[in-house]
């Protein structure tokens, strides 16, 4: 359910196919498939240049799906409060984009601050834009986390969701954590191995890999606005004749 809104803590109560949805081309009506098991997503690690368009993904979640993010109905003004409040520095963010540059997933990992003890779990919150649910996002977002926490020595990660939230529950119980129901809400959490050289450069690789593909994301979008601007100029020309009278 959370990170949660409003939160400077992690336990604050407050608070067509993958490859269509990143830009490739496939024809409209190529039917949906989920990814291979190991297939890559490029996830990037986010700051706050990024607020605008993670607050855009956010505002785009239905009021059942902020429901299930937040574990309450979130208004449009308490999810800006959340996206201004995002604390870069000590927590992770994390985000998919597709082609357009529009967030398509998104994730929340809060480190736990001053006045926590030191052994306070890190905790997980995401989101996937509707249309591209049941597709490994999720799964996926949920993986890179457990990556980045256990690289930041921390050792269990948890995930405080609505009983009712079957696919976050069941991200959570494939990945080996622990869930304690508690009527309409569910307690998950995973101990993590520690880190190893290893998962250092798994990290590494996939930063360095995802922050080539944003921004070969962004050229192909300048050149893209370029290209329109100029069918723009030349419609108006051609609207008002060579002469531009
Ligand atoms: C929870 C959420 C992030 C999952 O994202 P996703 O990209 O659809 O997840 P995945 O595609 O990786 O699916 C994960 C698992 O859940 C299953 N699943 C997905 N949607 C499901 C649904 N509606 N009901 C039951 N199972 C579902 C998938 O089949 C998959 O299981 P499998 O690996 O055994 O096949 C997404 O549903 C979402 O954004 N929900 C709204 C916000 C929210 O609930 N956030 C979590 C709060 S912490």
């Known amino acids: 359910m959370t990170a949660s809104i409003d939160a400077h803590g992690p336990s604050d109560p407050q608070h067509a196919d993958r490859n269509q949805a990143l830009g490739a081309a496939l024809p409209p009506d190529a039917p949906a498939k989920k990814p291979p098991e190991r297939s890559w997503i490029p996830i990037r690690s986010l700051g706050p240049a990024h607020r605008p368009r993670i607050l855009e993904h956010l505002l785009s979640l239905s009021e059942h799906d902020r429901y299930l993010r937040f574990g309450f109905p979130a208004t449009d003004a308490q ?36 006045g926590y003890p030191a052994d306070t779990p890190a905790e997980f919150g995401g989101s996937v834009a509707e249309h591209l649910r049941g597709r490994g996002f999720g799964a996926r977002l949920f993986e890179h986390a457990m990556l ?48 190893t050289l290893a998962s250092q450069v798994e990290q590494l690789v996939g930063e360095s890999a995802a922050a080539i593909d944003y921004q070969l994301k962004q050229q192909a979008r300048a050149v893209e606005n370029f290209i329109d601007a100029l069918v723009e100029v030349r419609s108006g020309v051609g609207k008002s004749g060579p002469a531009g009278g």
């Not at 520095?89 to 994730?107: M, S």
């Open 79 to 114: 999810i800006e409060r959340y996206v201004d409040g995002l604390d870069f520095d000590r927590d992770e963010v994390f985000g998919v984009f597709n082609r357009k540059l529009k967030v398509i997933a998104l994730a929340h990992l809060a480190y736990a601050g001053d």
């Open 148 to 195: 980045h926490a256990r690289n930041r020595g921390i050792d269990k990660l948890f995930i405080h969701a609505l009983s009712e939230n079957t696919a976050m529950l069941r991200i959570a119980r494939k990945a080996g954590a622990t869930v304690q129901r508690s009527g309409g809400e569910s307690d998950a959490t995973l101990t993590l191995p520690p880190e």
